[in-house]
């Protein structure tokens, strides 16, 4: 805990960080600078962590497979130790064979990296992006060998992914843990990680952007908005790892921080464009055994209750995720698309954040709030559920499938 919070001996690091600046007093002590105001949401703990002069970026992805041979070696690896049935494997190794075995996820996160290195070098911050995968090469062992290789010792983690559950945050704060375990590296760098994103201006623009642009092209084409449905689309996960999601100590109920996060994020979309449609969250993608209960309802079956609602056009919003890979193109752009077709619906969809100008920059003002030591008050934040925490509380995100694994960026456990 106290490496989180502390601020760090000064070192020949190329970038020094602004004096932090002033704020309230400390109330929680150790360092944290929560003001009393929000002093509600730290209870006791660091949720701002002090200005750290951060040497270097891990840039962390999902990983996708780049040819044919490449595509059950992946889906191993993304399942290990998880029993997801081998027919379920082989219906999502169809979806990526339709694809030439090709995610497009990596392009995207080389698109990602090469959009960062030009806004950090415009901003003037020498952070050099070291990219790194969870389930395909370049793994984040490799990415941490290089930095460290090239003299990095403090590293600022940020994972393409911006809500909060096992899979989106604990699991790469657990890969983590790996790649420090797997290089050696132990004792020798130092790693945090951004927050949670899901409700940062940078995040939420491109899809407010995108669903206004949809509801415009809706609209030229004769729709009223009493006919359309917003479908805020979000990737399924077992109702267990919902309720579990988010620090157990703010209380969230079913669904845990996972749902509250997207549901307070489609709020504040539909509040920025002040739109009179009707819209909900559904999830997609589900896996695993069908007795085991997971998010509901299934974007298809949503979408079949809506005729009978008066509804002859849905907007889907692909809310969970953050560049057009598998889930959107074939999940979303495929499978939705033909349900849409069969139930006489017209449907658009609206774009991920991918590269838009916004969510680069965002990205890197996530950075620079860590380099600065940032004060909660001055973060933006879009719903009351944030500004998100920089140091997990302890027993967030917990899998009690995979039991305990060791995580960095937290309290422990
Ligand atoms: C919350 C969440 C995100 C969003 C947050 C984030 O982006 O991190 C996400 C993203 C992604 N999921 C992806 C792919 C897959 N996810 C799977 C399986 C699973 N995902 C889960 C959850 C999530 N997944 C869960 C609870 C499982 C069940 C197994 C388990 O407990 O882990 C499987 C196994 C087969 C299947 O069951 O479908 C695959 C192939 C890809 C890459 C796509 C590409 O290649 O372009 C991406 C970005
Ligand atoms: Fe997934």
């Not at 403090?154 to 899979?167: F, P």
């Not at 797997?182 to 951004?194: C, P, R």
């Not at 949670?196 to 092209?217: I, K, N, S």
């Not at 209380?251 to 009179?276: K, P």
Request: charged letters at 20%; hydrophobic letters at 40%.
């Amino acid at each position: 805990m106290a490496e989180n919070i502390a601020p760090r001996a000064a070192a020949a690091a190329p970038f020094r960080p602004k004096p932090a600046r002033a704020s309230a007093a400390p109330v929680c002590g150790d360092g944290c600078r929560v003001p009393a105001a929000t002093a509600a949401t730290c209870a006791g703990e660091p949720h701002v962590s002090v200005s750290t002069a951060y040497d270097g970026v891990l840039l962390l992805g999902f990983g996708g497979p780049e040819g044919q041979n490449d595509v059950i070696p992946f889906l191993r690896n993304v399942t290990a130790g998880r029993g997801i049935p081998d027919e379920r494997l082989e219906e999502v190794a169809h979806h990526y064979r339709h694809f030439g075995g090709v995610s497009p996820i990596n392009e995207h996160n080389r698109e990602l990296k090469a959009a960062l290195d030009a806004e950090l070098a415009a901003r003037g911050l020498d952070l050099p992006v070291y990219w790194g995968n969870r389930n395909w090469m370049p793994y984040v062992a490799d990415a941490l060998q290089d930095a460290h290789d090239a003299g990095h010792r403090r590293l600022l983690a940020i994972a393409t992914s911006a809500y909060s559950s096992y899979s989106s945050c604990r699991q790469y704060r657990e890969d983590l843990a790996d790649a420090v375990e797997a290089t050696g590296l132990s004792g020798e760098v130092e790693i945090d990680k951004v927050r949670q994103f899901f409700d940062h201006p940078g995040f939420v623009t491109p899809f407010a952007e995108g669903v206004a642009e949809g509801l415009a092209a809706l609209h030229a084409q004769g729709f009223a908005d009493d006919q359309i449905e917003i479908l805020f689309s979000t990737h399924s996960i077992p109702n267990s790892d919902a309720d579990r999601s988010g620090p157990p100590e703010r209380g969230f109920g079913a669904g845990g921080a996972y749902v509250a996060q997207h549901t307070a994020v489609a709020e504040a979309i539909m509040a920025r464009l002040a739109s009179s449609c009707a819209w909900q969250l559904v999830f997609q993608s589900r896996s695993g055994p069908p007795q085991v209960p997971w998010l509901e309802p299934d974007i298809n079956d949503a979408m079949a209750e809506l005729p009978a609602r008066g509804r002859r056009a849905v907007l889907i919003v692909p809310l969970g995720f953050v560049s057009d890979h598998m889930e959107v193109l074939w999940d979303l752009d495929t499978e939705a698309m033909e349900t849409a077709e069969e139930l006489g619906l017209i449907a658009l969809r609206t774009p991920t954040p991918g590269t838009h100008p916004a969510y680069v920059s965002g990205l890197v003002d996530l950075m620079v709030e860590r380099l600065d030591g940032t004060p909660a008050v001055d973060r933006p934040h879009e719903t009351d559920l944030g500004p998100w925490y920089d140091v997990c509380r302890p027993g967030c995100c917990e899998n009690k499938r995979l039991g305990f694994q060791p995580a960095l960026a937290g309290i422990a456990p």
